[in-house]
């Protein structure tokens, strides 16, 4: 498939690995074996680095104004980097699930009363816990439905709680938001972009009253 200039243009910055993928819309779940080996290496370790800052300060900020110190659902949490940055902010309780083994393993270490961290297919993941901050931290865009991802996870969130979403801008993008119209309403959004012109869209949402 070939990349028109303006998404040549947004990928312009990123490890060549990690290009591509957010790109385009999922076709189906990644199979296990891959996100496995990615996380035994370093395929992932960008994610740390200044040029991802910008999409989680502004995750962290809405998470400080709009449920401060509240409980944490984050799907899709890979090594944990988001929780290093709420951590300082402070959290009730926080659960990340990711679909990679070796992904947790790294984060064991951290683990205490009030943080956990669970191998879990956030497609079939289930809790009884309501949440008052879920996040899709550039995760969404890999599932086969994401809207029905969001609507499924509604059912987990507390009754005044914030689903934040973040994905990187592309074209395709603009048809996961509008699925999620009928589901959500937005309480506020920012865009921002690093160095490279790379731009993420943050959105943080809230279940509409008629559901």
Not at 73 to 80: A, I, K, R, S, Y
Not at 139 to 168: K, N, Q, T, W
Request: net charge negative.
């Amino acid at each position: 498939m070939k990349l028109s200039p303006s998404l040549i243009m947004l990928a312009q910055g990123l490890p060549l690995a990690a290009r591509l993928l957010p790109l385009f819309a999922a076709e189906e779940t990644p199979p296990r074996a891959r996100w496995e080996h990615e996380y035994g290496g370093d395929r992932w370790s960008y994610l740390a680095g200044l040029d991802e800052a910008a999409h989680y300060s502004v995750i962290v900020g809405y998470y400080a104004l709009l449920q401060p110190g509240g409980s944490v659902l984050d799907v899709g949490c890979g090594e944990g980097i988001l929780q290093s940055r709420l951590a300082p902010h402070g959290y009730r309780r926080y659960l990340g699930i990711d679909f990679a083994a070796g992904a947790i393993e790294r984060v064991e270490a951290r683990r205490d009363r009030a943080t956990d961290f669970q191998v879990a297919d956030a497609t079939s993941f289930t809790t009884d816990q309501a949440f008052d901050v879920i996040i899709f931290n550039e995760s969404l865009y890999y599932f086969c439905d994401p809207a029905a991802v969001v609507e499924r996870y509604l059912g987990f969130l507390a009754g005044d709680g914030v689903v934040i979403v973040s994905m990187v801008i592309a074209r395709n993008r603009i048809a996961i938001w509008n699925a999620l119209a009928p589901l959500v309403e937005t309480v506020d959004e920012t865009t921002v972009f690093n160095r490279a012109r790379v731009g993420w869209t943050v959105k943080a949402l809230r279940r509409r009253a008629e559901l």
